[in-house]
């Protein structure tokens, strides 16, 4: 059974950095592609970044220039560098992932997408 676990979440002032991660265990097949979503109270599940083993990466409007998601394949670690963090960019963060293909011609930012799922980290952001 393919297993999650995020860390390095925490509360930091607007502006400031963030570096989560996301260690991967018992893949069943070296085809996937991973992403981080992202949830606020009464609010839905958003995808905020998705990687894919090519190093394919598709990003959220709202966090462009400012998110980074990296893929170590060889040690099944996602990462998220979170940079001029917002307010709004408080939540839990869950990574994600996803055996085989996806269509289309960058990895996918819906939650349908995604079979396996982290039990997520907080992040705060305080202005």
């Known amino acids: 059974q393919t297993h999650l676990v995020e860390s390095g979440g925490g509360s930091v002032q607007a502006g400031g950095s963030l570096r989560l991660s996301c260690a991967g265990s018992e893949f069943t097949s070296r085809i996937y592609y991973m992403g981080w979503f992202r949830q606020a109270p009464g609010k839905e599940r958003e995808g905020v970044a998705a990687i894919d083993g090519r190093g394919s990466r598709n990003y959220a409007d709202s966090v462009k220039g400012r998110f980074t998601i990296s893929l170590d394949n060889g040690e099944n670690t996602l990462s998220l560098q979170m940079n001029s963090l917002k307010p709004e960019d408080t939540a839990m963060y869950y990574c994600?992932?996803?055996?085989?293909?996806?269509?289309?011609?960058?990895?996918?930012?819906?939650?349908?997408?995604?079979?396996?799922w982290g039990q997520g980290t907080q992040v705060s952001v305080s202005s």
């Open positions: 994600a992932l996803n055996y085989g293909y996806y269509s289309g011609y960058l990895p996918p930012l819906n939650r349908g997408a995604f079979r396996y």
